[in-house]
């Protein structure tokens, strides 16, 4: 296959790891990319976004629907969790401004934030995860006011079947455990936890198949629904949205925290499973057990994907030697084959919750929102390097 190249082609070294197959044959040689050439992606992507997107604080029009999202949405909120990791391996001031002038731009609340209800929904209060982060770094616990009240008010009661639909664990999860460490209060721990193993066990009669290793989006996935093939429907991004929320909770938890032994045997389990359905070019299908239903590369699982098996080889959950070519394969992937020249990333589903929704995924069609699946690659670039270094 010819690789399209964008100049960072030429970055890879000369370096190769080696597939081995069971019967001790060479698979393919796997490019090993250098941490420049990882941090010169990440730099490309973003300024490509920074670009289009001066004013941080500005709408997000979206004309098929006749209307202007806020700018501190759930799609936005995802990709200042990736500018953050850039800014952990780059520290350029102009990062961090952009970031503190996004959220003074909302006065750092919520989407719905005069609505209970609505704040109330993971998807509004996904903002909160940068807000308490920036807050921690510049010492201002005033960003955290909003989000803190949120998740308060949740803790006040105790209904714990919010997130009923898998992305949700990504979007909000994380937040209780970085309050958690902020207030030096393990209830917020247990909380979280207690809703985590709601939508595992419970929703929908339980949305992880331990079988499979791997989640139904919601409880419309669950069977008897099937995919055209008649196997389990598996949406790659949700799937990608519960293994980055691991990785999260795994980063943010005190290394005393018993919980810690769910989320990391999730993050193994599912990175097994995953492992099994990688494509030949390296990335994921949108549907991850019928790869002819909407078949072909898909960046925003992929990157997720990618997050979550590197902090795992980073952190000894998994093991480097088999891992290490997955990983590499899968970002040599999205950089050969969806990382325009100007930085634009193709080959991006929309949004949506199943593998039909926002076709044809191509490498030149922008998808409804280009934020999201921006931030799950930063952050997988993030964690690739510390795998380089």
Same mark, same amino acid.
């Given at each position: #296959? ?8 030429? +970055? ?42 001066? &004013? ?11 209307? *202007? ?47 209970? *209800? ?80 709601? %939508? ?43 293994? #980055? ?76 030697? %088999? ?44 998808? &409804? ?6 931030? +799950? ?9 510390? #795998?380089?270094?």
């Amino acid at each position: #296959m010819k690789l399209r190249t964008t100049g960072l082609t030429l +970055a890879l070294t000369c370096l190769t790891l080696v597939m081995t197959a069971c019967n001790g044959q060479k698979e393919a040689e796997i490019p090993v990319p250098t941490p420049q050439s990882v941090l010169d992606a990440m730099r490309l992507a973003n300024d490509h976004f920074m670009n289009k997107w001066p &004013d941080p604080g500005q709408g997000i029009d979206y004309p098929s629907r006749n209307r *202007v999202y806020e700018s501190n949405l759930w799609t936005r909120a995802v990709y200042y969790e990736g500018l953050l990791e850039l800014y952990n391996l780059d520290p350029e001031e102009r990062y961090m401004d952009y970031m503190v002038r996004w959220g003074e731009s909302h006065d750092w609340g919520l989407r719905g934030g005069d609505d209970p *209800v609505r704040v109330r929904n993971a998807d509004n209060q996904c903002a909160g995860q940068a807000y308490i982060e920036l807050a921690y770094r510049l010492g201002r616990p005033e960003y955290m006011h909003d989000i803190k009240a949120a998740i308060d008010g949740m803790m006040a009661t105790d209904k714990i079947d919010d997130w009923t639909w898998i992305d949700a664990v990504q979007m909000a999860m994380p937040i209780f455990a970085m309050l958690g460490v902020v207030e030096d209060d393990s209830r917020y721990f247990d909380r979280a936890h207690e809703m985590y193993m709601h %939508t595992k066990n419970v929703e929908g009669g339980g949305l992880y198949n331990a079988e499979d290793g791997l989640w139904w989006r919601d409880k419309d996935f669950v069977p008897p629904y099937t995919e055209p093939n008649g196997e389990d429907c598996y949406w790659s991004r949700g799937n990608g949205w519960v293994i #980055m929320a691991m990785a999260r909770m795994l980063y943010i938890l005190p290394d005393e925290v018993e919980y810690r032994a769910e989320y990391r045997q999730m993050l193994k389990d599912m990175s097994e499973a995953l492992v099994k359905v990688q494509r030949e070019d390296g990335l994921w299908n949108v549907s991850l057990h019928d790869p002819d239903h909407y078949g072909g590369k898909e960046l925003s699982g992929t990157a997720m994907f990618v997050y979550g098996m590197a902090y795992g080889v980073n952190h000894g959950i998994l093991d480097r030697a %088999t891992y290490e070519p997955v990983i590499y394969k899968a970002w040599n992937g999205m950089v050969n084959d969806c990382l325009h020249p100007d930085g634009f990333l193709g080959y991006v589903q929309g949004t949506g919750k199943e593998p039909a929704e926002a076709q044809p995924v191509t490498y030149d069609r922008e998808p &409804d929102f280009d934020d999201y699946a921006l931030g +799950a690659f930063l952050c997988a670039g993030s964690e690739v390097y510390r #795998m380089l270094e």
